[in-house]
């Protein structure tokens, strides 16, 4: 299975919306997660299943999507939010992921 | 508290082995699936290696397979990943992840330590 995100980089201003596509190659079901990734830190798991956040994340996160088709959508940036974000396929082995959106300021 | 410290990366000639180390603590280290992913900087995440909480299941990359191989010791809450025959595309921050869901393999990684590096070069 291919994880593809779109865009590559994403520029929003504090306080926007972000949406961030993830498309997989064949069906995956509901098992999808996004990470976050802030540089030099480990990922952070955001969203499992599709659309359960992870526990401490905020609601401004959230995910839908299911079979090929994922978003994971921030409601309203935060300085904090700007970082990488991966989605993640769990439905087959390999687990894979995608190539990774970066969110930076606009 | 959980937290998960890498350990064992470093310099190492392409041919050469190396073994890393995962230690665990602030949890059941026992119940939990464990995970290797791995990180060219500047790059992607790819997953590595998984193996289940009582060592009967584990699953490899294509990348790595018959190369490296993971293991477990749940008497000292450590996870290992034996690494041989070590390529330069193989240098990456190595991480350790568990599996969100206890007592199963849903490759979920809900807590990552801070990583490793290791670097395959002459």
């Known amino acids: 299975i291919v994880m593809t995100q779109s865009p590559a980089t994403l520029s929003v201003s504090p306080g926007e919306r972000a949406t961030l596509s993830c498309r997989a190659s064949?069906?995956?079901?509901?098992?999808l997660a996004w990470y976050q990734q802030k540089p030099g830190q480990a990922p952070r798991l955001l969203i499992y299943?599709?659309?359960t956040r992870a526990t401490g994340i905020p609601d401004r996160f959230s995910g839908s999507g299911s079979g090929t088709d994922f978003t994971l959508t921030i409601s309203s940036l935060q300085s904090e939010d700007f970082a990488v974000y991966y989605c993640?396929?769990?439905?087959?082995?390999?687990?894979?992921f995608g190539g990774g959106t970066k969110v930076e300021i606009k | 508290e959980v937290q998960l410290v890498e350990s064992g990366g470093g310099l190492v000639k392409p041919g050469g082995s190396l073994r890393l180390s995962c230690a665990a603590s602030?949890?059941?280290?026992?119940?939990?699936?464990m995970n290797w992913v791995r990180q060219v900087p500047g790059k992607g995440l790819e997953w590595v290696s998984s193996?289940?909480?009582?060592?009967?299941?584990?699953y490899d990359a294509d990348s790595v397979k018959g190369r490296f191989t993971i293991s477990r010791d749940n008497a000292k809450n450590t996870l290992y990943l034996q690494m041989n025959s070590l390529r330069a595309d193989d240098t990456a921050v190595y991480y350790c992840?568990?599996?969100?869901?206890?007592?199963?393999?849903?490759?979920?990684?809900?807590?990552w330590g801070q990583g490793t590096l290791v670097t395959v070069s002459s």
């Open positions: 992840a568990r599996d969100r869901v206890r007592g199963t393999m849903v490759a979920n990684f809900d807590y």
């Open positions: 602030g949890f059941i280290f026992s119940d939990y699936s």
């Open positions: 193996i289940s909480s009582g060592s009967s299941y584990m």
């Open positions: 064949q069906g995956v079901g509901s098992n």
């Open positions: 299943g599709a659309s």
């Open positions: 993640q396929q769990c439905n087959n082995w390999p687990p894979c």
